[in-house]
């Protein structure tokens, strides 16, 4: 039998609340972003891997290495208010070292809802806002999952 591998394995000598990523902090000006939750792909530098970091509860990794010759990846599990989240984060660098392309894939579908909803929240009232589904778009769809 095969079980889901965003639920974590439930072992809390596993977590790491004290993981930040150098590439978070090397962005390329054009850093491009590609994800589960977002409507689009959003292009510039944003402080939302600052805020994203604090929504996991923890984090569980399962992968996190350098690939090829300009990548990254990063495959974990999480918590966020209380649903299970898995993400597999894809980091491509440009010859100049900065992080340039950046794809997250979150699952499953009602943490992705209420990833977006979260985001789109704190986004509210700026250019990034259009990229997160709004909480009353995120309950319909979190109803139909």
Same mark, same amino acid.
């Given at each position: ?30 850093? @491009?972003?590609?994800?589960? !939750? ?11 891997? %600052?805020?994203? $970091? ?36 894809v980091i491509h660098f440009n010859e100049?070292?900065? @992080?340039?392309?950046?794809? !997250? ?11 977006? %909803?979260?985001? $789109?929240?704190?986004?509210a009232g700026t250019r990034y806002a ?16």
């Open positions: 039998m095969t079980t889901t591998t965003y639920l974590g394995s439930g072992d809390a000598s596993r977590h790491r609340h004290d993981y930040r990523p150098d590439w978070l902090d090397n962005l390329a000006d054009d850093v @491009t972003i590609e994800s589960s !939750v977002l409507t689009g792909i959003a292009e510039g530098r944003t402080r939302s891997g %600052q805020y994203s $970091g604090l929504l996991y509860d923890d984090k569980e990794f399962n992968y996190v290495a350098a690939y090829a010759d300009h990548g990254f990846v990063e495959d974990y599990t999480s918590m966020v208010r209380g649903e299970p989240i898995g993400s597999v984060v100049a070292g900065q @992080t340039a392309r950046i794809v !997250v894939n979150h699952r499953p579908p009602r943490s992705v809802l209420l990833w977006s %909803q979260l985001m $789109g929240e704190y986004f259009q990229y997160f589904v709004s909480h009353d778009a995120a309950e319909a769809l979190y109803q139909a999952t």
